[in-house]
C-alpha cells in the first residue's frame, strides 16, 4: 500500500509531483482541486445553485466546505483502484479534515507517508503568475521556467493553453493567505500526532530532482532510478 499525501503550498508543485510519481508507482493521483473543478463543470451530485457557489468561492481563493471535500475524498479513496494506494493532493488543507482523514486512515490500518514540499515565498509567486495549463490533458507549463516549445501551445496537443481563474494575481495573494491561516496549522497538527512527514527542499530543484528526493523518502527506489 502506498498511501501518500503530497502537502505544500499552492505553487510548490504537487500537481507536478503527484503526476510522475501516479506514473511509476500505477496508483491514482487524487487531486481535490481537479476533483472539485471536474464537479462544478458537471454539476455532479450537487444543485447547480451549489456548483455557482463553490465557483464563487474557488475562484475568490478560499476554501470550499469541509463536509463537502471530506466526502468527496473518503468515496473516492474507496473505490477499487485506490486499493493499492494513491497520491493525494490538496488534502487535508485545514485541522478539521485532518484530524478526519487521520481516523479514516486509522481505521482502515493504512499508514501514509506526508511529503512536505517546502518552498521559498518568492519563488511560489513567480510561479504561480506564470503558470498555463493545457484545457484537453491538464499539462502544466510556466512562462518563465517550463515554457511550451511553441508559445502558448501545450506539447501534447497543440491545444491553446490557458491561465486558471485562480492564478490571477489578487486570488492568488488570497490562495496564499488561506494557506498560511488554514493549511499551515495542518503541518503542526500532523507533526504533533505523530504522523510520519518528510520534508522536501523543493525551492530550487527541477521536478526531476526534487522527484528523486521524494522517491528515496517513500523507498521507493524503482522510481528514481527509472527517470535517470
Ligand atoms: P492550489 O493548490 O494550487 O491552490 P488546487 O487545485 O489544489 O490548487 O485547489 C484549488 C481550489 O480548490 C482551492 O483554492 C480551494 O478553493 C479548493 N480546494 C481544493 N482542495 C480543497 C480542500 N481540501 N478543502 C477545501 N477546499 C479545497
Request: charged letters at 30%.
Amino acid at each position: 500500500m502506498k498511501a501518500i499525501v503530497l502537502f505544500g503550498s499552492p505553487g510548490s508543485g504537487k500537481g507536478t509531483q503527484a503526476k510522475l510519481l501516479t506514473e511509476c508507482l500505477a496508483v491514482p493521483h487524487v487531486s481535490t482541486g481537479d476533483m472539485l473543478r471536474g464537479r462544478i463543470r458537471q454539476e455532479v451530485g450537487m444543485a447547480k445553485e451549489m456548483a455557482a457557489t463553490m465557483a464563487a468561492t474557488m475562484q475568490a481563493g478560499a476554501l470550499v466546505s469541509d463536509q463537502v471535500v471530506d466526502v468527496m475524498v473518503e468515496e473516492r479513496l474507496s473505490e477499487a483502484d485506490a486499493a493499492q494506494g494513491f497520491v493525494l493532493d490538496g488534502y487535508p488543507r485545514t485541522r478539521a479534515q485532518a484530524e478526519r482523514f487521520c481516523a479514516w486512515l486509522d481505521g482502515r490500518g493504512i499508514r501514509e507517508v506526508v511529503i512536505h514540499l517546502a518552498v521559498d515565498y518568492n519563488v511560489i509567486i513567480a510561479r504561480l503568475t506564470g503558470r498555463r495549463e493545457c484545457p484537453r490533458c491538464g499539462t502544466l507549463y510556466n512562462v518563465a521556467f517550463h515554457p511550451p516549445k511553441v508559445d502558448e501551445l501545450c506539447d501534447l496537443d497543440g491545444e491553446a493553453l490557458v491561465v486558471r481563474d485562480d492564478d490571477r494575481e489578487p486570488v492568488i495573494r488570497e490562495r496564499l493567505d488561506a494557506y498560511e491561516r488554514q493549511t499551515r496549522p495542518v503541518l503542526e497538527y500532523l507533526l504533533a500526532a505523530g504522523r510520519r512527514v518528510v520534508e522536501v527542499d523543493a525551492s530550487n530543484d527541477p521536478p526531476d530532482l526534487v522527484y528523486r528526493k521524494i522517491g528515496q523518502a517513500i523507498e521507493t527506489d524503482d522510481c528514481s532510478q527509472n527517470r535517470r
